[in-house]
């Protein structure tokens, strides 16, 4: 489990002065980055190895509303790891109100340079071993 706060900046709200929900696929998308680098593999590094991770699939419930200015924490924990395929569950809480504004999950798999899945296992054994030990310190 990581935690990450995204301080809602003015140009994120819509015309009715509230976060625009599209906006919260892109914080997930900052807490995943967060993620990864606290466990010692930032995207800059799977890169450098020819490795990315696209997004397979994402689902996002909103609960309250935010507005510009609000702090939100991002909880994300890895849920689900196959060794190919890796699923994120995300809880985005306002920090002023303590209100938990969505709730959300991501799926992810593992691409080479020539954009074919990979196990990740095969490949990257330290990297296989920090998932799936993020999948049991969550369950």
């Given at each position: 489990?990581?935690?990450?706060?995204?301080?809602?900046?003015?140009?994120?709200t819509?015309?009715m002065?509230i976060?625009?929900h599209?906006?919260y696929?892109?914080?997930?998308?900052?807490?995943?980055m967060d993620?990864?680098?606290?466990i010692?593999?930032?995207?800059t590094?799977l890169?450098?190895?020819g490795i990315?991770?696209p997004?397979v699939?994402v689902?996002?419930?909103?609960?309250?509303?935010?507005?510009y200015?609000?702090?939100i924490e991002i909880?994300?924990k890895?849920s689900k790891?196959t060794?190919?395929?890796?699923?994120?569950?995300y809880?985005?809480t306002?920090?002023?109100?303590?209100?938990?504004?969505?709730?959300?999950t991501s799926s992810?798999?593992?691409i080479?340079?020539e954009k074919r899945p990979?196990?990740?296992k095969?490949?990257?054994?330290?990297l296989d071993?920090i998932l799936?030990?993020q999948?049991?310190?969550?369950?």
């Amino acid at each position: 489990m990581s935690k990450y706060i995204h301080k809602i900046n003015y140009y994120e709200t819509d015309k009715m002065g509230i976060t625009h929900h599209s906006n919260y696929i892109r914080f997930m998308e900052e807490a995943r980055m967060d993620l990864l680098t606290k466990i010692g593999y930032p995207m800059t590094r799977l890169e450098a190895e020819g490795i990315t991770s696209p997004v397979v699939s994402v689902n996002c419930d909103y609960k309250r509303t935010t507005t510009y200015g609000d702090e939100i924490e991002i909880e994300v924990k890895v849920s689900k790891y196959t060794g190919v395929k890796l699923t994120l569950c995300y809880s985005m809480t306002n920090v002023q109100s303590g209100e938990l504004a969505a709730t959300a999950t991501s799926s992810h798999c593992f691409i080479n340079a020539e954009k074919r899945p990979i196990p990740v296992k095969k490949y990257f054994l330290e990297l296989d071993e920090i998932l799936k030990k993020q999948v049991d310190s969550n369950n």
